[in-house]
Nanobody
């Protein structure tokens, strides 16, 4: 599967953005999916994840209650709805796929930059 994240941009603190991750190639529903981010000068960190069916999600404490991950297997897409953004959310956001056979994030898309101004 190939992944492409989109939807980043510049937003003021308190605003919202919705990121999309489009998948192509192999069966999208054969993958658990995750969102990651990397801020300037910092290590990459997980934002959250969603199981292959969409039945379970996980969120990092820093985004819990503000971000929501969803997926549409019929559309081969995953989404990250980000609300109440703050400058600490500024980062390049990546989507990644974890095959059910390995449970490791093996496939990464190009990131999309989110910049939150104060």
């Amino acid at each position: 599967v190939q992944l492409q994240a989109s939807g980043g941009g510049l937003v003021q603190a308190g605003g919202s953005l919705r990121l999309s991750c489009a998948a192509s190639g192999r069966t999208f529903s054969h993958y658990n999916m995750g969102w990651f981010r990397q801020a300037p000068g910092k290590e990459r960190e997980i934002v959250g994840s969603i199981t292959w069916s969409g039945g379970r999600t996980y969120y990092a404490d820093s985004v819990k209650g503000r971000f929501t991950i969803s997926r549409d297997n019929a559309e081969n897409a995953m989404y990250l709805q980000m609300n109440d953004l703050n400058p600490e959310d500024t980062a390049v956001y990546y989507c990644a796929a974890s095959p059910l056979t390995t449970m490791m994030y093996e496939i990464w898309g190009r990131g999309t930059l989110v910049t939150v101004s104060s």
